[in-house]
C-alpha cells in the first residue's frame, strides 16, 4: 500500500506539477526577453530620431560674391545648397553621402586653417575658390518640374544622414578636396600645387570613369591663337610651327598627366597649359595640324582628392560612403566633429 501511494505520488508529481513549474519559469523567461527587446528598440528609435546637436561648427558665415554680403546660417542648411550645386542629384545615394561628408570636411578645414581667406566670412558660393553654392530656387528652377521636389529631398536626407560626420587624419580634419572626373587616376597636390603635399591625398586609380561625359573632350585651338595666348604670359616666347621638336611634351606625372610642355624656346607646366588654354585637365595629348594644334584631354579637374564620378562609379558597384571615402583618402578616419 505504501509503494502505491508513492508511485501515485510520482505519477502525479511528474504529469501535472512540473509541466506547470516550467511553464511558468518559461513564461517569465519570455516575458523578461520581450521587455528587454522593447526597451532597447525603444532606445535605439529615441536615438535614431534624436536631434543632432553641434557642439561646434554648426553654423558659418557664407559670402555671396555677386552682393558682397555674408550670411551667417546652419552648416547642414549650407551644405545642403552646395551638395547640389556639386554633384548631380541622380547619382547614387552612397556618392551623394560621401560628397556631403567630403563638403562639411572642407569647410570645416576651411574654417579652422583659412579663416583670413574672406574678410569676415568663412567660406565664399564660388566653386573656383571654396564650394559650388546654389540658392534652393535657382536649383529647383534647373530640374525638371517633376523631379524638384523628389531631388531636393534626396540631398536634405543625404546631409541630414551623416549629421556631424567629418573625415579625419591624426584626429583632424583633412583638407578634403574633390573634382568632377579623374580619367582614371587622382593627382597627388604636389603636382598641381607645389608645396610639400598632404599624407592621406595620394594618386589612386578608380574603374568606371570613362563611362561618364567628363571623361573625354577635346580643344582644337589655331596656331595663331596658340602664339597669342602664349604671348600674354610670356611676351618673349618664339615658336617654329613648322619644327615638329618646337611643340612637344617632355614629361609626365605618375599619374600620367603633363608634368612638363615645350612651346619653342619656353617651358610650362602642365598644369599652366590647362589654364592658358582652357582645358578640362593637365591629363591631355597632343595633335600637330598644319594650322591648329588639337588638345585630346582625360578627365575634368584638378584630379586631386575624390572624384565624383568615381565616387558614383564605386557606389553602383556597391561601394557604402565610407568605403568611397577612404579610397580616395589613404588612412583617415570618419568621426563625429564633437569628438575631436
Known sequence: MKKAFIYF????????????????????????????????????????????????????????????????IPIDEYLVNVVSGEMPADYDIEALKAQAVVARTYTIYQIINNSSKHENADVCDLSTCCQAWISKENRLSRWDENLRQSNWQKIQDVVNQTKGLVITYNNSPINAFFHSNSGGTTEIPVNVWGGTGYPYLQSVETSGEEGYSQYYSEVEISNNDILKKLKSKYPNIKIDFKNSDDIKIIDYTNSNRVKTIKFGNTQISGVEARTIFGLKSANFEIVKNESSIKFKVKGYGHGVGMSQ????????????????????????????????
Not at 558614383?312 to 568621426?335: M, Q, R, T, W
Request: charged share 25%; hydrophobic share 30%; with cysteine.
Open 9 to 72: 505520488f510520482i505519477f502525479v508529481f511528474m504529469c501535472f506539477i512540473l509541466p506547470a513549474i516550467c511553464t511558468k519559469t518559461t513564461s517569465k523567461e519570455a516575458s523578461s526577453e520581450q521587455i528587454n527587446n522593447v526597451d532597447t528598440n525603444e532606445k535605439e528609435e529615441v536615438s535614431k530620431n534624436k536631434e543632432y546637436s553641434y557642439n561646434k561648427y554648426g553654423s558659418i558665415k557664407l559670402l555671396h560674391t555677386d552682393t558682397n554680403q555674408v550670411e551667417e
Open 309 to 340: 564620378t568615381g565616387a558614383d562609379s564605386l557606389a553602383k558597384s556597391g561601394s557604402n560612403y565610407e568605403e568611397i571615402i577612404k579610397h580616395f583618402y589613404s588612412n583617415v578616419e570618419i568621426k563625429d566633429v564633437n569628438s575631436i
